[in-house]
């Protein structure tokens, strides 16, 4: 039997872009600008040039520089400290691995470490600082969001309505996440995307980080300095009427052109009691039609909300 809090959420393709969630931002973590230490860093003195790091890179953006050494993009890199978490120290002397490479080659043999390893831990974890450090918080999926106190995407979503009430009958909620790996986000896209919502005059939630960037979550406005930072995605999250979801559609499709990444919709409406879903219809008249892979929240959360 289902619960009143039962609610669907579709994902759904429109032009390049898809359907879906988001994150939070810090304000600490430290910066040392004069000796170049910006972001997640490769140190040339250990770095042997086994190129392990550039395969689990999410970005594709470390590389082998001119003298055979890795350097990261720091332009590109979004801080999720991947590289950094994933490959072990092998802990070995950088002399020691050339010594054996260059033996090696006498015999025409090559020295290949293994994959999930950088020989002589050349990976610098850095310290971030603002507004730096809001790319490790919307990119570090290990990482509770300080604004939110929620891990990983930095909202509880709304996904989780029986739970957190956010949407009762006759709303509509909308995620646009922006940004996938190998391509990013900037917070000046996001933000084109909040500012052509913003003037439909939707509910941004208050609990999602995205909207604690914003100057005016009336005009969706964000902060100057967060602007050119770089995220693997980031999350919008709305609630408006079921009848207005032709046109916050209309609305993405028509501003996703102007932005240099993909975005992703999620739709959720709460169940009726005879089972039906009240967004199809919607989304059907706006001419799009819903991807297969839905979610369906089955009531099971505790304590479930009290309410319509």
């Not at 025409?108 to 950088?118: K, M, Q, S």
């Not at 009691?273 to 009531?299: C, F, M, Q």
Request: aromatic share 6%; net charge neutral.
């Amino acid at each position: 039997m289902m619960g009143d809090n039962l609610i669907k959420k579709h994902s759904l393709k429109i032009s390049n872009f898809w359907i879906q969630f988001l994150p939070c931002l810090p304000n600490r973590l430290v910066l040392d600008r004069e000796k170049g230490k910006i972001g997640m860093e490769i140190d040339k003195k250990k770095c042997v040039g086994c190129g392990n790091c550039h395969v689990v890179c999410t970005m594709g953006v470390i590389y082998l520089d001119e003298d055979g050494k890795s350097v990261v993009n720091q332009d590109e890199c979004v801080e999720c400290f991947t590289c950094y978490r994933v490959l072990r120290n092998e802990g070995h002397r950088p002399w020691f691995v050339r010594a054996i490479r260059k033996v090696l080659s006498l015999f025409r043999l090559g020295y290949l470490a293994e994959v999930d390893v950088c020989p002589t831990g050349a990976l610098t974890s850095p310290q971030l600082e603002w507004p730096r450090s809001i790319r490790a918080v919307f990119s570090d999926p290990t990482t509770v969001h300080p604004c939110t106190g929620v891990s990983g995407r930095g909202t509880d979503e709304i996904k989780t309505n029986d739970v957190t009430g956010r949407l009762r009958k006759g709303e509509a909620g909308l995620v646009v996440e922006m940004g996938r790996p190998g391509i990013g986000a900037y917070f000046r896209d996001i933000e084109k995307v909040a500012m052509a919502l913003a003037k439909l005059k939707p509910h941004f939630e208050k609990e999602n980080p995205v909207t604690q960037l914003m100057v005016n979550p009336e005009t969706g406005k964000f902060k100057d300095e967060v602007l050119n930072e770089k995220v693997l995605s980031a999350i919008i999250e709305i609630k408006t009427t079921l009848e207005r979801i032709p046109e916050f559609l209309h609305t993405l499709e028509k501003v996703q052109k102007e932005v240099d990444t993909v975005i992703s919709v999620g739709i959720a409406s709460k169940c009726l009691s005879d089972g039906t879903i009240p967004h199809e219809e919607w989304v059907r008249r706006a001419g799009y039609n819903l991807s297969t892979n839905g979610k369906t929240n089955i009531g099971l959360g505790y304590p479930l909300f009290q309410g319509d």
